[in-house]
């Protein structure tokens, strides 16, 4: 079915340890965003991207890079994990239409834990 | 910048009773605005959405009206469901970044 991939599904790490968490899409989608979420904060921007090659930051940047060499991937880094890092990770995609409709697509989460 | 204020959970309610869960926005310009649902264990799903004033957004049963004088997006439905019970998302899209901002979720709970 077509949608947003992520994964690993679930990750423990230790503190100090980096990895990256996958995101991909297949439905030709423009924008990309990634979103972790924490008890009581709703959901808060990391990273986003408008297209291939161009992202920017969101509201909780440090810690987290990304890039977007094609449309269908936007991998999340984690550099170095600190135990303020667990969470839950969101990968969305959306669509653009003529008279500014959008349409967002979530993935089904990636939960991490840094100990 | 952008922010989204939900009421604070959780909302209890029995079976056929009526809904309502407040949210209200501050944005430059004019964004777009969306209804999330999140329930147990899953990720989240587009519930509705408006994206001008006076626009109504609705599915299952739930509408919301874009309140461009109030800046508010309340959510309601008629008669929830024990299967209603799940965490609510209000949130909206500037025109700028295409990236959604979130309120902090209201949690449901509906009892037989």
């Known amino acids: 079915n077509a949608g947003v991939t992520q994964t690993p599904k679930f990750q423990v790490l230790k503190t100090g340890q980096s990895m990256t968490l996958q995101c991909a899409q297949d439905m030709n989608h423009e924008y990309m965003s990634w979103y972790r979420q924490d008890p009581g904060m709703g959901l808060r921007l990391i990273h986003y991207s408008v297209g291939a090659g161009i992202t920017d930051q969101g509201e909780v940047p440090n810690g987290y890079n990304v890039s977007r060499s094609t449309t269908e991937d936007f991998p999340l880094r984690l550099l170095s994990a600190a135990p303020s890092q667990t969470s839950v990770y969101f990968c969305?995609?959306?669509?653009?239409?003529?008279?500014?409709?959008?349409?967002?697509?979530f993935g089904s989460g990636t939960r991490l834990t840094v100990v | 910048g952008d922010s989204v204020t939900q009421m604070e959970g959780p909302v209890t309610l029995s079976e056929e009773a009526f809904l309502t869960i407040n949210c209200t926005y501050t944005a430059t310009g004019y964004p777009s605005l969306f209804w999330y649902v999140q329930y147990p264990g899953e990720g989240l799903q587009l519930l509705l959405k408006?994206?001008?004033?006076?626009d109504k957004g609705s599915n299952k049963g739930f509408e919301a009206t874009y309140r461009k004088e109030t800046t508010s997006f309340h959510l309601e439905k008629g008669s929830v469901q024990v299967s209603d019970s799940a965490v609510y998302f209000c949130a909206l899209m500037d025109t700028g970044r295409r990236a959604l901002t979130f309120g902090s979720g209201t949690r449901l709970q509906v009892q037989p």
């Open positions: 408006a994206t001008k004033a006076d």
């Open positions: 969305a995609s959306s669509y653009v239409r003529t008279g500014g409709t959008y349409g967002y697509t």
